[in-house]
């Protein structure tokens, strides 16, 4: 099946410092790749979505200078959250979608933020 | 934006027991897919219903769909304890840079050895 990895898994840093997530789609290449953010016990809000070579469509709320995302390739996309601050500690999650199968969005294993 | 209910919100059944939870969703949609999600980690794809299908099986898993009702419910039947995890519906919104997921609030199911 199609496999989709996140790095780091985990990662803990001072308020004020920036973070690059990184998501790779190991097996499939992935046209369209989708970040969303998940509080505890709270379901998926989905932050962006990114196609491999164009700017990614942010959702309304979510600041796109703050939140950067790159889509490179077509088995890589990052997030990075620039000078993060305690609320945004959160688990992120991406999804990828693209070849063969267009309709099933296959996710990372997610990374725990957490800025102090 | 169409934001997917789910219920119950959680559900705690014995061992062997069967789990049903449902979705509710407000828009019109092309297909509907439940997620599993364990505690801390990312989401597993179970099962993708299109909006012409009303009924999908895969292994111990059911799936239905109304869209008269814009419901879907998932039955998992002779449960397990390794079925205790989140599960999320969550509906499709076509656009041009591809496709959107809403996700649903999601049941936490609990499953007692």
């Known amino acids: 099946g199609a496999v989709v990895s996140q790095h780091p898994s985990r990662v803990i840093c001072k308020s004020g410092t920036s973070v690059k997530i990184e998501c790779r789609s190991l097996?499939?290449?992935?046209?369209?790749m989708f970040w969303y953010r998940q509080f505890p016990k709270k379901s998926l809000m989905l932050m962006a979505t990114s196609n491999e070579g164009s700017k990614a469509t942010y959702e309304q709320g979510v600041e796109k200078d703050k939140f950067l995302i790159n889509h490179a390739s077509l088995t890589l996309s990052t997030l990075t959250v620039t000078s993060a601050h305690p609320e945004d500690s959160s688990f992120y999650i991406c999804?990828?979608?693209?070849?063969?199968?267009?309709?099933?969005?296959?996710f990372g294993p997610g990374t725990r933020l957490t800025v102090l | 934006s169409q934001q997917g209910e789910e219920d119950p919100q959680a559900l705690s059944i014995q061992e062997g027991e069967n789990a049903t939870m449902n979705c509710s969703y407000k828009?019109?949609?092309?297909?509907l897919q439940w997620y599993r999600q364990n505690s801390g980690r990312g989401l597993v794809h179970l099962i993708l219903i299109r909006s012409n299908e009303r009924e999908k099986h895969s292994g111990r898993l059911r799936v239905t769909l109304d869209t008269s009702k814009k419901s879907s419910s998932l039955l998992i039947t002779a449960s397990r304890a390794a079925d205790t995890a989140s599960y999320f519906c969550?509906?499709?919104?076509?656009?041009?840079?591809?496709?959107?997921?809403?996700f649903g609030t999601g049941t936490r199911l609990a499953v007692r050895p």
């Open positions: 999804s990828a979608q693209g070849i063969p199968s267009t309709d099933t969005q296959y």
């Open positions: 828009t019109s949609i092309n297909n």
């Open positions: 969550a509906t499709d919104a076509k656009k041009s840079s591809g496709d959107k997921l809403t």
């Open positions: 097996d499939f290449q992935a046209t369209t």
